[in-house]
């Protein structure tokens, strides 16, 4: 039998590729079963383990990719959140596709450095941020001297890191321009307006309104965690409130505020149109289905890995801003 001892050994005897023996042995990437399996037989029945770590030491990487999730306003938010889910659903298939694991952290920011210390721990080959929280400054100053980075957030002409994020603004103006056709005139907007995304999306709402209503709109300003922005919903009726319209930052305090408005007998939408922002996959299920603008995350989530691993090759590559599209259901 031919002794096999190293990955070349494999690759000639299979009659393959290196690459492809090794998508096969760590499960990593694409690959046909029968492909992966034939090899998988080959390797086993010659008794050879690929080493990895020395693989990855030898080529100067370390095969995983960073998903962090910085909490600087909101740091009751939890893993658990619907949209993050998702989407960390969507970036894990897309690092795997490319043979790389995905190190989660969720990150409580401590002073200015938080970020530079990670990237200095050398774990990872690259970074991607979900959502800019209050850290815009900080992942500036990072860009300027790591390129491996990309952002899930709000383009901004002043910014130095790569965004990838849906176009807020334009978002905003959707839901106003819903409401008003829904003949909504006493309008709030709930959200928190300190992050970028959500500033955004409440700046698009005041453009899509026509003046008269514009001025009137109420700001309530609350946390996107479903405990908090159902508490805040919740004092905000049992104050006596009662627009016709909401338009919330997020799926998730969009339904707090259906919830809260039963509780105080608000018939939705008979009394009071609710939309939100993101569609994740309950907004479908709800009781009214809720109304939302769609953030298409299985796209954005392949355009961070895409932006990412090309300019983990050296390429500059730019900033990604996705349209939004309303999507109607019978909470408005």
Not at 149 to 174: F, I, K, P, S
């Amino acid at each position: 039998m031919e002794e096999v001892r190293s990955i070349a050994d494999l690759a000639r005897l299979a009659g393959v590729s290196v690459s492809t023996v090794s998508r096969a042995l760590t499960g990593k990437g694409a690959l046909a079963a029968k492909t992966r399996d034939r090899i998988q037989s080959l390797a086993d029945s010659h008794g050879f383990r690929m080493n990895v770590a020395a693989q990855n030491l030898r080529l100067g990487r370390t095969g995983a990719i960073a998903v962090l999730l910085p909490l600087g306003h909101e740091r009751g938010q939890h893993l658990t959140d619907p949209f993050f889910m998702a989407m960390l659903g969507f970036l894990a298939d897309g690092l795997a596709d490319r043979g790389y694991d995905l190190l989660l952290s969720r990150v409580i920011p401590d002073g200015d450095g938080w970020l530079d210390r990670f990237i200095r721990g050398g774990r990872v080959d690259g970074v991607i941020i979900i959502g800019q929280s209050d850290q815009s400054a900080v992942l500036d100053r990072t860009a300027g001297h790591y390129a491996p980075m990309v952002v899930w957030g709000e383009q901004d002409a002043r910014n130095l890191h790569v965004t990838v994020g849906t176009d807020n603004r334009a978002g905003g103006e959707l839901a106003a321009r819903h409401l008003i056709d829904r003949g909504r005139r006493r309008l709030a907007f709930f959200g928190n307006v300190a992050v970028p995304e959500f500033a955004a999306r409440y700046r698009g709402f005041l453009d899509g309104l026509p003046e008269d209503v514009r001025s009137s709109v109420e700001l309530v300003t609350t946390k996107i965690t479903p405990e908090a922005s159902l508490h805040s919903a919740a004092g905000y009726f049992a104050a006596g409130h009662r627009p016709d319209g909401i338009f919330a930052t997020s799926d998730v305090v969009a339904l707090s505020v259906v919830s809260a408005a039963a509780e105080q007998g608000i018939s939705v939408p008979g009394d009071l149109s609710v939309v939100g922002f993101d569609d994740i996959p309950i907004a479908s299920l709800a009781n009214p289905p809720l109304t939302t603008v769609r953030q298409d995350m299985a796209a954005g989530a392949g355009h961070l890995v895409d932006l990412l691993f090309r300019r983990m090759g050296g390429e500059m590559a730019g900033s990604v801003r996705a349209a939004p599209q309303l999507i109607i259901r019978e909470s408005s």
